[in-house]
């Protein structure tokens, strides 16, 4: 007969238990805000509301909005602006934070000033930008709709029409609206990432910088073959800092041109908008936010890999 | 005695956690006020109205005012019983909170304000209670115009709000500019809308962009199109866009756009169009017969000066002759047409104290003068109760010009049968605005085509 094995206490059991109870209200909290909402949608995507409540649609809610004419259209919008915005973006704050770099007197004030944009919220920003081209009496609309300036009758910006698409029905060229956009995106966007850009360039070695300048490097070959390499993971990672932000932001779009003139800004972010909280169909909504969500998902996984494959570098 | 503390310090944190769960877990105390013999019950009402915003310069200035009045008379006349608690909302945003709040169980109010086309979308999303019977019980019933009612009617015959004003669409004109009146029929305008040009005025401005969810389709568009004949629908929930009158309609529109005949404003959005009417150098506007509530301060042609800042100016602007009340101009032979609004009261599925919501309609339309107080306060418009049309107040210059529009007009609501009115008010808005603005080279009939088939598509 064997002997019982001795009981342990009950402290030993909670001792045990305790990294369990002390991430429970975390996984909660996660389980709240992240699991069930994600659930909710996943059903909600086969589901269409009606008088009498909810019915099973399975995925006719991913046909009929594969079968919208804008929702074609917001896609490409949307390739668009995340190109033109993160191309602006990109490149000014590399340059300003070259700029900012050279040790000029007030660089301090330079930089307070430039985060000014980033503190102010999207919707106010994109107000302040259409009261500025707003047609008659915008800030700026006396010189764009000069018609000296912009022959035959002068440009206005939020009622413009998009020129002729150079490639089927493909938006580009954009609208004048659509890099009015952009341009007010950008502006929004670059002081982060221009300080971004300026902390990466402040660990570039000095020293490495100074033995390519003996060697003979002007500044082009210095910026092309050490500086842009050595910065380049913190680039991508504003990259994607800018794609996740430009395919999600919506609060721009919505106050500075509201998806206008006609549907020539509509991107993906405010289609989605439209759909749920303008047409209220709550089901062909949640399975665009799922495409949504699974472009975010790529580009979270791409970054994952490049700053892990940055990392195994080292 | 390490262990003795780990062992106490796991069990505060269960015991947190669980009174923290518990805490999520017991449902809120309801709001309500006891006295000492009876409990007096929250009436929570959703309006665009906000008694606390006494900004004489507000928008919303008239609803405003007659909620600060209203409210503590009616707390009075039901004191003891109901406790009416304002919470105001955005115009464009309610909808969606409402039926977001009935889907998710949320907190609904006992009342609802609303018009047509929002309606149809509660009735769609099961988020309006169905008061047939109630309705039908009313003393004020037999009294209704009828196509009111019918407004406030479902698919199913069943009726799901009480229509307590109606709105119809109409022009606001400047006498000065359009010195041999109005023009009744599209050539005369176009012939006016000439003239103006030359002398450096638009002929007129209107809402013309694609923005509030294609709202323009049932503004200027829809009276526009009524005028010619047109409609949107097949009288089946189908969507009919394509036919002979519609695209005449479109088509003198892409002549007036490509004319110049209004200011680029028209196709901005955000109602900066009715600066243009302000000032006077556009010379009407087709717009909601509230509208004068907006349009404010006003410069008359002759430069007389309205600019009290708030709705009193197209008042004093209409009452001195400056402004006239006209309907959309027809094609020979056609009756003007326009849209027909109502604005109403609704009980949202859910909501706590429907009887509150039955007394505080009853309150108002069981009384004249409160019905008139409602009519020509919040309600903007007409009155739904034939008895209340022929009230002095229904008599002074604005509601006499007024009625010279809506006598001329044959007015409907423009969604007809269509039970998606969101939906399809923004592909119309947007395949008009195509047609109209952006490439007026297009074919007409395909783009209508295009439009019709994409919303019947999800019939």
């Given at each position: 007969m064997r002997s019982a094995k001795p009981r342990k206490p009950i402290s030993y059991h909670l001792r045990k238990s305790l990294p369990f109870w002390l991430i429970l209200p975390t996984l909660i909290v996660i389980i709240i805000v992240q699991v069930y909402p994600a659930l909710y949608t996943i059903w909600l995507s086969m589901q269409a509301r009606h008088a009498t409540g909810w019915e099973y649609v399975g995925t006719q809610n991913f046909e009929r909005l594969f079968g919208t004419g804008l929702f074609p259209e917001s896609v490409g919008h949307t390739v668009i602006f995340l190109t033109g915005y993160a191309l602006v973006t990109l490149t000014l704050g590399f340059v300003i934070a070259i700029l900012l770099k050279q040790k000029v007197p007030f660089t301090g004030v330079y930089i307070t000033l430039l985060f000014i944009p980033w503190i102010i919220a999207d919707i106010i920003a994109g107000l302040i930008f259409r009261l500025m081209v707003t047609p008659d009496y915008g800030l700026f609309s006396g010189i764009l709709q000069n018609p000296a300036l912009f022959p035959p009758n002068g440009l206005s910006i939020l009622t413009a029409a998009r020129p002729a698409p150079w490639f089927g029905s493909f938006p580009f060229p954009p609208s004048p609206a659509m890099i009015y956009l952009i341009l007010a995106a950008s502006w929004r966007a670059l002081p982060f990432i221009t300080l971004l850009i300026l902390a990466a360039l402040q660990t570039v070695s000095h020293e490495v910088m100074e033995s390519a300048r003996i060697d003979g490097a002007n500044l082009v070959q210095l910026t092309r073959y050490i500086t842009i390499p050595l910065i380049l993971p913190t680039m991508v990672v504003a990259l994607f800092f800018l794609m996740l932000g430009g395919i999600n932001g919506v609060g721009m779009v919505f106050s500075l041109t509201g998806g206008g003139p006609g549907t020539t800004t509509y991107v993906i972010s405010y289609l989605l908008y439209v759909i749920g909280w303008g047409q209220l169909r709550f089901g062909r909504a949640a399975a665009l936010a799922l495409l949504i969500a699974a472009v975010n998902w790529l580009l979270i996984l791409s970054v994952l890999r490049i700053t892990r494959i940055n990392d195994r570098s080292r | 005695m390490k262990r003795n503390f780990r062992s106490l310090f796991i069990i505060l944190v269960m015991a947190g956690l669980i009174s923290v769960l518990f805490a999520c877990a017991?449902?809120?105390?309801?709001?309500?006020?006891?006295?000492?013999?009876?409990?007096?019950?929250?009436?929570?009402?959703?309006?665009?109205?906000?008694?606390?915003?006494?900004?004489?310069?507000?928008?919303?200035?008239?609803?405003?005012?007659?909620?600060?009045?209203?409210?503590?008379?009616?707390?009075?006349?039901?004191?003891?019983?109901?406790?009416?608690?304002?919470?105001?909302?955005?115009?464009?945003?309610?909808?969606?909170?409402?039926?977001?709040?009935?889907?998710?169980?949320?907190?609904?109010?006992?009342?609802?304000?609303?018009?047509?086309?929002?309606?149809?979308?509660?009735?769609?999303?099961?988020?309006?209670?169905?008061?047939?019977?109630?309705?039908?019980?009313?003393?004020?019933?037999?009294?209704?115009?009828?196509?009111?009612?019918?407004?406030?009617?479902?698919?199913?015959?069943?009726?799901?709000?009480?229509?307590?004003?109606?709105?119809?669409?109409?022009?606001?004109?400047?006498?000065?500019?359009?010195?041999?009146?109005?023009?009744?029929?599209?050539?005369?305008?176009?012939?006016?809308?000439?003239?103006?040009?030359?002398?450096?005025?638009?002929?007129?401005?209107?809402?013309?962009?694609?923005?509030?969810?294609?709202?323009?389709?049932?503004?200027?568009?829809?009276?526009?199109?009524?005028?010619?004949?047109?409609?949107?629908?097949?009288?089946?929930?189908?969507?009919?866009?394509?036919?002979?009158?519609?695209?005449?309609?479109?088509?003198?529109?892409?002549?007036?756009?490509?004319?110049?005949?209004?200011?680029?404003?028209?196709?901005?959005?955000?109602?900066?169009?009715?600066?243009?009417?302000?000032?006077?150098?556009?010379?009407?506007?087709?717009?909601?017969?509230?509208?004068?509530?907006?349009?404010?301060?006003?410069?008359?042609?002759?430069?007389?000066?309205?600019?009290?800042?708030?709705?009193?100016?197209?008042?004093?602007?209409?009452?001195?002759?400056?402004?006239?009340?006209?309907?959309?101009?027809?094609?020979?032979?056609?009756?003007?047409?326009?849209?027909?609004?109502?604005?109403?009261?609704?009980?949202?599925?859910?909501?706590?104290?429907?009887?509150?919501?039955?007394?505080?309609?009853?309150?108002?339309?069981?009384?004249?003068?409160?019905?008139?107080?409602?009519?020509?306060?919040?309600?903007?418009?007409?009155?739904?109760?034939?008895?209340?049309?022929?009230?002095?107040?229904?008599?002074?210059?604005?509601?006499?010009?007024?009625?010279?529009?809506?006598?001329?007009?044959?007015?409907?609501?423009?969604?007809?049968?269509?039970?998606?009115?969101?939906?399809?008010?923004?592909?119309?808005?947007?395949?008009?605005?195509?047609?109209?603005?952006?490439?007026?080279?297009?074919?007409?009939?395909?783009?209508?085509?295009?439009?019709?088939?994409?919303?019947?598509?999800?019939?």
């Open positions: - | 017991s449902p809120a105390p309801t709001k309500t006020t006891t006295t000492t013999e009876t409990q007096v019950k929250d009436f929570v009402t959703w309006f665009q109205y906000d008694e606390k915003n006494d900004d004489p310069a507000s928008d919303e200035r008239v609803g405003n005012a007659y909620l600060r009045k209203t409210i503590p008379e009616f707390n009075a006349d039901f004191s003891g019983k109901w406790n009416w608690v304002n919470v105001p909302k955005a115009w464009d945003k309610m909808t969606a909170e409402l039926v977001a709040a009935v889907i998710a169980g949320g907190d609904v109010p006992d009342m609802v304000e609303l018009g047509g086309q929002q309606t149809i979308t509660y009735i769609n999303n099961n988020a309006l209670m169905d008061i047939t019977d109630w309705v039908k019980a009313q003393s004020w019933y037999a009294d209704f115009e009828p196509g009111a009612i019918k407004a406030c009617t479902g698919p199913d015959g069943k009726i799901y709000c009480v229509p307590t004003a109606e709105r119809p669409a109409l022009v606001y004109v400047w006498s000065g500019r359009y010195p041999n009146g109005f023009p009744t029929t599209p050539e005369q305008f176009l012939v006016e809308a000439e003239r103006l040009k030359s002398e450096g005025f638009y002929a007129w401005t209107y809402f013309g962009s694609t923005a509030y969810g294609g709202s323009g389709a049932y503004r200027m568009v829809w009276s526009l199109i009524s005028s010619y004949g047109g409609k949107y629908d097949d009288g089946q929930g189908n969507m009919l866009l394509n036919i002979p009158e519609n695209v005449a309609a479109i088509t003198f529109l892409r002549e007036t756009v490509a004319k110049g005949y209004q200011p680029e404003t028209v196709f901005a959005g955000g109602f900066v169009e009715e600066d243009a009417f302000k000032d006077a150098s556009a010379g009407a506007i087709p717009t909601g017969l509230f509208g004068y509530r907006y349009i404010n301060p006003l410069t008359a042609p002759d430069g007389t000066k309205f600019d009290k800042g708030n709705e009193t100016d197209m008042i004093d602007a209409i009452a001195a002759g400056e402004v006239i009340m006209r309907p959309m101009f027809a094609p020979e032979g056609n009756i003007p047409g326009c849209n027909l609004d109502i604005q109403g009261y609704g009980i949202p599925v859910g909501a706590k104290n429907p009887e509150a919501s039955h007394d505080y309609i009853n309150w108002i339309m069981s009384d004249m003068t409160r019905t008139i107080e409602y009519v020509i306060g919040p309600g903007a418009g007409f009155p739904t109760l034939v008895s209340a049309q022929s009230n002095p107040a229904m008599q002074t210059p604005f509601y006499q010009q007024a009625a010279i529009a809506i006598n001329a007009s044959q007015c409907s609501n423009w969604a007809g049968t269509l039970e998606r009115p969101a939906e399809a008010s923004e592909l119309i808005m947007n395949a008009v605005y195509k047609l109209i603005k952006e490439d007026p080279t297009m074919d007409i009939a395909t783009e209508l085509q295009k439009a019709q088939e994409e919303y019947n598509a999800n019939n």
